[in-house]
């Protein structure tokens, strides 16, 4: 809180800023007997309306100081970073920046944007192995000093996959989306077995492979366009029962009606830390 500005007994706006973008909002409350002063910490929520701002919901105060303020600002970067990228376009264009740069070193590693691997077992080895590298040539001649700052045991974080991940053995495909990160899909043998069939008709496991494919929310349009790219895409339109299936607009209507979410604004996987 950075001031309030009052008209009599009431309280007609306070000035705040923003923890996390440094921003300054104008907030009109016109309140009698307003509970809070300058300098307090306020958790809460802002909303515009007709060219001003409002308290939107319930607000408490944080008993906090300002070693306090910058761990909250840390933490809210690290922990909820796709929601502080709403408000830190300087932070979301960095984030977008940095995805594509490892984008670009996972082409360098693997050759191409979409790898599969045996199991997960190799998968998480080879990718651990893929993030040291690259953590290790980012830190240049400052890899020692870095590690030892943050008491690190390897360059890179450590990557932890659910044990019946790493477990799985029927193919784990890795694909590279360039706007938001890694993503990873097991049962890829059997995936990549229904693309191929060229059957007339598929069997209820293929089907049921392309129902999981599309509806997953966890696997991105553009994998799938991937994968249509390279395999084509008449084997989806044959699971959802759409004749004369195109991929212009049909497989487009299926990844709206399925991803919708991937159709707004989103951010990359990746967050920052400031110390």
Known sequence: MLSLQKKGRVTETMEVVNLVNDQTYRVRVEMENCPFTVDQMIWGSLLPWRGEWYWSGAQRT?????NDARMIRNNFLEK???IAYRYCPDLAQKARDTTREMHANF???YGSDLVVFSDGYSMAAAEQTRMDREFAAKAGKDLAAMMKKHNLSRPGPLMNFDREFLKHKDGVGVFFNPDEGTEYLVDFNRLLAGFRNQKETLTENDQ???FILMQDAAVSPAFVR???REHGAENIGKAFLIANFQESPDLEYLLRRFK????R???PCISFRED
């Open 62 to 66: 944080l008993q906090a100081g300002a």
């Open 208 to 210: 049921e492979r392309f």
């Open 80 to 82: 909820s970073s796709k």
């Open 226 to 228: 991937r994968l249509a």
């Open 265 to 267: 604004t989103r951010y």
């Open 260 to 263: 919708g979410a991937y159709f």
């Open 107 to 109: 082409l360098k590693a």
